[in-house]
């Protein structure tokens, strides 16, 4: 207790006694202990969507309504020079569960940084898909990243290795379910890998070139296998873009490709990618890709991470609380999504153009405007239909 009583006193701005297991240190907003040797960091994430789809010819997809899109708290630090952990409770769901839990270790071998993870961390896969909600340049994540994914999603429970050289990263992982969703995936095994090169990397501007997969194999008690993926925001139950039931699957293997590059105040990425699903009596192939590119109006540099090849939260040049306008960017993006090759798979088409307001490194106003298309060969939506969708976002993140 006594001990508690000065981790509180010195987040209130007393000085810390002398024996105090932890002291608060305010510029990096995180406690740590005397030597600097151990460090606690409380992080959160609250993204508060709103949205309205409009122009359908089925009344029920012509909707407003908002909701919570995510909402998690946790804390992450370091352990001596090498060992950080991130312990991340998600609280967006009925039941909290957790999502980012993890311990890593880090050192430098044969002169490269080398990096091993057991835990639930989020997957490398694509750009989009190795990026952090609360870093992408659009509310959802691309077609790509949403479509051409295993079934345990984007976390699992598993071990990821990965080695970092000057200009590029190699990342491999063993994956089983998703704690979110643990009867979903149970049983079943996924393997990732994901590398990226940045053959041009200068101050002025890089190229970034990617390639991913993964393979998965189903237990033998899964029936049948449905991919839904979200269409024009995921607030609208009634819009989405389904493969329709798979009977009797028995594994899947997805790849994909990355190109893109930064220059200056400008941003533009390239994704496309590929499914092949499995069956006791089929073959289904799943397409997707994804076109998108930014300016940065206010001048910040951009959100791509080199180190890595995703995009990452930033904070802006000028902030509100520093007199500034914040940080503004411009983004449009369209994507096309196939799932005709299974006997009821339908297919989807999207053009968003996104307006992103950070106003402090830790706020983020977004608001995305769309014009979509779906095609359904049965079911309640049979058809072609098309529309708008207007959503937006409040964005809290530290």
């Known amino acids: 207790m006594a001990a508690a009583g000065a981790v509180l006193a010195a987040g209130a701005g007393a000085p810390a006694r002398a024996d ?4 608060w240190d305010g510029s990096a907003r995180q406690f740590e202990s005397p030597d600097g040797g151990f460090t606690v960091r409380p992080k959160g994430r609250l993204l508060l969507d709103i949205g309205a789809t409009g122009g359908s010819q089925h009344d029920d997809r012509n ?3 908002q909701e919570v899109r995510t909402f998690r708290f946790g804390v992450d630090g370091l352990v001596g020079e090498h060992v950080f952990y991130t312990v991340e409770g998600d609280f967006t769901a009925k039941d909290p569960v957790l999502r980012g839990t993890y311990v890593a270790w880090r050192d430098k071998l044969a002169g490269h940084d080398v990096e091993l993870t057991l835990g639930n961390r989020l997957s490398e896969r694509g750009l989009d898909g190795s990026s952090s909600s609360d870093g992408t340049p659009f509310m959802e994540r691309n077609t790509v990243a949403t479509a051409i994914a295993p079934l345990k999603g984007f976390y699992g429970w598993g071990a990821i290795g ?6 590029w990263h190699v990342a491999v992982q063993a994956a089983g379910y998703d704690p979110a969703d643990p009867d979903l995936a149970r049983g079943t095994q996924a393997y990732l890998a994901r590398a990226h090169w940045n053959p ?10 990617g390639a991913w997969g993964f393979h998965e194999d189903f237990p033998s008690d899964l029936a049948s296998l449905t991919k839904t993926t979200t269409w024009a925001g995921h607030y609208n139950e009634h819009l989405k873009v389904t493969t329709g039931p798979l009977a009797d699957p028995l594994s899947s293997d997805g790849y994909g490709l990355e190109l893109g590059g930064v220059k200056g105040q400008f941003w533009s990425f390239a994704e496309a990618g590929r499914r092949d699903v499995e069956t006791r009596s089929d073959h289904v192939k799943i397409d997707a890709v994804s076109l998108s590119a930014g300016w940065m109006i206010t001048g910040d540099p951009s959100t791509y991470a080199p180190r890595v090849g995703n995009v990452g939260k930033i904070a802006p040049l000028a902030p509100l609380s520093k007199g500034g306008l914040g940080g503004w960017e411009l983004a449009v993006r369209y994507q096309r999504l196939d799932n005709t090759d299974a006997p009821l798979g339908g297919r989807g088409e999207e053009t968003t153009l996104g ?6 490194d830790w706020m983020r106003l977004m608001v995305n405007v769309s014009r979509w298309k779906v095609t359904h060969p049965a079911g309640t939506y049979a058809g072609v239909d098309e529309g708008q969708a207007l959503a937006g976002r409040l964005q809290v993140s530290f």
């Open 162 to 167: 990965k080695v970092f050289g000057p200009t």
């Open 200 to 209: 041009v990397k200068r101050r002025e501007g890089l190229i970034h070139l």
């Open 63 to 65: 909707i407003s309504d």
């Open 355 to 360: 307006l992103n307001w950070r106003l402090e």
């Open 20 to 23: 105090s297991l932890l002291e």
